[in-house]
Every structure is written in C-alpha cells, then in structure tokens.
C-alpha cells in the first residue's frame, strides 16, 4: 500500500528567507504527487504536481516542487517566504490507473509558520 | 466554475443522532470524494462515486455511515447514531477523470465541521 510521511509537524521560517516543506513516499508503481495547501476554515486548494518529465515542478504562488525518484522524495520550496504563505501543507500521492478508494493518499501535513 | 460547494458548514448534534450532509461538486466533474479530517491529520479516505455509482468503501468505515449520489450530482453523507468520536471536518471534493488518472486532479469544498456533544 502507498503512504506518505512529512517528517515534519511545522516548519518556521522568517519572511523574506527560503522554505522547505518535506515529503516522503512509499508506493509500488509510478507516482503522481502533488501538493495542497489548507488555509483555516477552508477546505485544501491545490498547489502542484508531478506527473512525468522535468523534476522541478512550478505552481501556483512563487511554489515549486522537486522529485527526487532515487530518494522517493517531493519537497516543497519557495525562494523567499511571505507571512501569507503561513497554513498547513499537505502532500498526495496518486499511483497511476484507478485504484478506486486509495486513489489519493495524503501526508499528515506540515504546519507553515513564516514570521514577520 | 462556482466550485465545490458543502453544506452546512457547521454541525453540531447530541450523541446518538443522526446527521446528513450535503455536496454540490462542479458541475462537469464524475467524481466524487467524501474524506474525513481530524486535527492535526490529512484527509482519510471514506468513500466514492464516479457518476451516481459508488466505487467503494473504506474498510474503516463504520455501517453507520452511508453516502448517496442519485442523480451523478449532488452527493450526501449520512452519519447515523453519531458518537464522539465522529467529531471531525468532513470534506467532499469531485474530480474529472478521464482514465489512466494522469489528469486527475482533486477540487475541495470548504468541509462540514462536525462536533458531537
């Protein structure tokens, strides 16, 4: 069965610096991953994925994500941290075809904190 | 593209009642998720549909727990006999699929939060 860990629970930063928010996966097969972002009160909104080609992944606000197959590895960076990047973070895995419930499997999140 | 809509967003009941939320995916998507949220947790799979039929179950899921979507639309989730340990946000999302899944991509709603006193 696939899983996904995020090794860490939250991950402070200073507004201005880079961040890492980091992600693990175990599956058997080709995998799709993706990153989710889940602001307070809202539901998760999707930021980026892999599916196949270049390692570096670009996303929707300044995120960029890269693939690492040899250490099963898709952190998420940004460049330079904003106080509005704060929220908790959550990586996917997605194998390929339809294995029908477990289509999607997430990480426990990373709780973001960037400091003014 | 109004997005995945939840209702309500709040719930609040006394153990051994009975619930039942609603989602309304975007409008074009075949699939449908229901998810279950604790804090400090990622969503956990509970169930879902690819029109009006539902592909499957997760094998943690109670039989107290049932989900309907009737028509290929709208989806409900119905808790029966609610206990405290129900207490979660239950998130819906739908998704476009068109085979193969390398295009499959997961739209959430803003979730139900369920409290059980």
């Known amino acids: 069965a696939q899983s996904v860990a995020q090794p860490e629970d939250q991950v402070n930063v200073a507004e201005g610096n880079p961040l890492t928010v980091k992600c693990t996966y175990s599956?058997?097969?080709?995998?799709?991953l993706f990153w989710y972002v889940q602001y307070p009160n809202r539901g998760l909104q999707f930021l980026l994925k892999y599916i196949t080609g270049d390692n570096l992944v670009k996303g929707s606000y300044g995120f960029e994500a890269e693939f690492n197959k040899s250490q099963t590895s898709f952190h998420l960076k940004k460049p330079s941290a904003l106080v509005s990047d704060s929220a908790l973070y959550f990586c996917a895995v997605r194998l390929e075809g339809d294995n029908y419930g477990q289509n999607f499997v997430f990480g426990p999140g990373t709780r973001l904190s960037v400091l003014p | 593209d109004t997005g995945v809509s939840q209702n309500p967003r709040h719930k609040i009941t006394k153990r051994g009642q009975n619930v039942t939320f609603r989602c309304d995916p975007i409008?074009?998507?075949?699939?449908l998720y229901w998810y279950r949220q604790t804090l400090g947790q990622g969503p956990e799979f509970l169930t879902y549909?690819?029109?009006?039929?539902?592909?499957?179950k997760s094998r943690l899921l109670s039989d107290r727990f049932s989900a309907e979507r009737p028509k290929g639309s709208f989806s409900t989730l119905e808790i029966q006999r609610t206990e405290q340990g129900d207490s979660a946000m239950y998130l819906c999302?739908?998704?476009?699929?068109?085979?193969?899944?390398?295009?499959?991509?997961?739209?959430f709603g803003s979730g139900t939060q369920l409290s059980v006193l």
């Open positions: 409008s074009e998507h075949n699939r």
């Open positions: 999302a739908s998704s476009l699929y068109r085979g193969g899944g390398t295009n499959e991509k997961l739209f």
């Open positions: 599956v058997s097969g080709n995998p799709y």
């Open positions: 549909f690819q029109n009006e039929a539902q592909l499957e």
